[in-house]
């Protein structure tokens, strides 16, 4: 037998995630330059990491030799005290996307449905087919995830209900008083999952931790790929009880989280400095994104996050015309919106770079 046809029939039509190209892919695809491409696709931070996290890896790689410690010890501790919840209280991930995937070790199998808007980060929908379950897609309304409709889709085989706060494609969030009366609503055979991949940019960011201590099932997650600019080194975390994080913890793989990671991302927690100026900088580059939008006669979606979302007519053409042009956005047909774009906010010099270039594209 061909080892396609022994495999599980899921895998066959399971769809895979297409992430934003990377600069050396459009350089050697368009003839150009690598120097010249920004790449304005993936909510990456155009600050880079902090100069102190950077130091912390180079001095975690030279002792590369050695296994991590795969209970993340002094990371868990720090977070411990950024949140101002127990050690225990934490699951840390090779990425939030990973912490997506162990909630589907522990809760989901076939039958079982994940509630979750749409359009929504498409790996919460991967997630649960690839453990048999049912994605559960409730519409969006006016960009935003509609709680009362959420709740209402819940049935008793629901067993994760996702909700990200800011909102990934469209950049808007729920007030933290309508999130914590939807919590508050759902039935405790479901677990709520906050997506707080964008909470740093928002202007009122969600506080699960109140709802965790009333013994709701509830697991906020957090990533180091955004504000913190580590994506590159995969690391990102769930907080919730210490009933939910052991559970949690309990799948993982044994080292899921590499040494260098770890030591980067509690430098960067340290650094208040810099992802402080990092978010006054996306917050200014985003008024910025907005004024040149409306002087183009572009409608946009008003963001809390550090992306956005415009709307150019044909989001394909507008992809590829800017990708000739070096710019590298993302296109969102994929989401069901292929009149839109969504574009990250990068420093100053991109932010100008792409209202230019996107000035003489859609002219
Ligand atoms: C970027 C992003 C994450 C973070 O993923 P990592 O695996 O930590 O890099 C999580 N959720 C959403 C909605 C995102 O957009």
């Given at each position: 037998?061909?080892?396609?046809?022994?495999?599980?029939?899921?895998?066959?039509?399971?769809?895979?995630?297409?992430?934003?190209r990377?600069?050396?892919?459009?350089?050697?695809?368009?003839?150009?330059?690598?120097?010249?491409?920004?790449?304005?696709?993936?909510?990456?931070?155009?600050?880079g990491?902090s100069?102190?996290?950077?130091?912390?890896?180079?001095?975690?790689?030279?002792?590369?030799?050695?296994?991590?410690?795969?209970?993340?010890?002094?990371?868990r501790?720090?977070?411990?005290?950024?949140?101002?919840?127990?050690?225990?209280?934490f699951?840390i991930?090779n990425?939030?996307?990973e912490?997506?995937?162990?909630?589907?070790?522990?809760?989901?199998?076939?039958?079982?449905?994940?509630?979750?808007?749409?359009?929504?980060?498409?790996?919460?929908?991967?997630?649960?087919?690839?453990?048999?379950?049912?994605?559960?897609?409730?519409?969006?309304?006016?960009?935003?995830?509609?709680?009362?409709?959420?709740?209402?889709?819940?049935?008793?085989?629901?067993?994760l209900?996702?909700?990200?706060?800011?909102n990934?494609?469209?950049?808007t969030?729920?007030?933290?008083?309508?999130?914590?009366s939807?919590?508050?609503?759902?039935?405790?055979?479901?677990?709520?999952?906050v997506?707080?991949?964008?909470?740093d940019?928002?202007?009122?960011?969600?506080?699960?931790?109140?709802?965790i201590?009333?013994?709701?099932?509830?697991?906020g997650?957090?990533?180091?790929?955004?504000?913190y600019?580590?994506?590159?080194?995969r690391?990102?975390?769930?907080?919730?009880?210490?009933?939910?994080?052991?559970?949690?913890?309990?799948?993982?793989?044994?080292?899921?989280?590499?040494?260098?990671?770890?030591?980067?991302?509690?430098?960067?927690?340290?650094d208040?400095?810099f992802?402080?100026?990092?978010?006054?900088?996306?917050?200014?580059?985003?008024?910025?994104?907005?004024?040149?939008?409306?002087?183009l006669?572009?409608?946009?979606?008003?963001?809390?996050?550090n992306?956005?979302?415009?709307?150019?007519?044909?989001?394909?053409?507008v992809?590829d015309?800017?990708?000739?042009?070096?710019?590298?956005?993302?296109p969102?047909r994929?989401?069901?919106?292929?009149?839109?774009?969504?574009?990250?906010?990068?420093?100053?010099?991109?932010?100008?770079r792409?209202l230019?270039e996107?000035?003489?594209?859609v002219?």
């Amino acid at each position: 037998m061909k080892p396609s046809d022994l495999a599980k029939p899921f895998v066959h039509s399971y769809p895979s995630y297409v992430p934003g190209r990377p600069i050396e892919d459009v350089a050697r695809d368009m003839g150009l330059d690598p120097s010249g491409i920004i790449k304005l696709a993936s909510n990456e931070n155009p600050f880079g990491p902090s100069p102190m996290a950077v130091e912390a890896g180079k001095r975690a790689l030279e002792q590369g030799q050695l296994y991590p410690d795969g209970g993340c010890y002094a990371l868990r501790n720090r977070l411990a005290r950024f949140h101002g919840l127990a050690p225990e209280q934490f699951v840390i991930g090779n990425g939030s996307n990973e912490v997506i995937e162990l909630l589907g070790h522990v809760f989901l199998g076939p039958g079982d449905e994940v509630v979750m808007g749409k359009p929504e980060f498409v790996v919460y929908s991967l997630v649960a087919v690839l453990f048999g379950a049912k994605a559960v897609e409730v519409p969006l309304v006016g960009h935003r995830n509609d709680l009362s409709a959420l709740a209402r889709a819940v049935t008793p085989r629901t067993k994760l209900v996702i909700v990200a706060t800011p909102n990934n494609p469209t950049g808007t969030a729920n007030s933290p008083e309508e999130l914590a009366s939807f919590i508050r609503s759902l039935p405790g055979t479901a677990i709520c999952v906050v997506d707080e991949a964008y909470s740093d940019f928002a202007g009122a960011p969600p506080d699960i931790r109140p709802l965790i201590r009333e013994g709701r099932n509830v697991i906020g997650l957090r990533t180091f790929s955004k504000v913190y600019g580590l994506a590159s080194l995969r690391v990102g975390y769930g907080y919730a009880s210490a009933e939910l994080a052991t559970l949690l913890d309990r799948v993982r793989q044994p080292f899921n989280v590499n040494a260098i990671a770890q030591a980067a991302a509690i430098a960067a927690l340290d650094d208040t400095g810099f992802s402080r100026r990092c978010v006054a900088e996306t917050r200014s580059g985003l008024r910025r994104l907005e004024k040149g939008f409306a002087d183009l006669g572009l409608e946009f979606v008003p963001s809390e996050a550090n992306f956005i979302l415009v709307r150019v007519g044909d989001g394909d053409r507008v992809f590829d015309a800017l990708q000739r042009r070096g710019v590298i956005v993302r296109p969102v047909r994929s989401y069901g919106m292929p009149e839109w774009v969504r574009v990250t906010v990068g420093t100053p010099e991109q932010n100008e770079r792409l209202l230019r270039e996107l000035a003489a594209v859609v002219r």
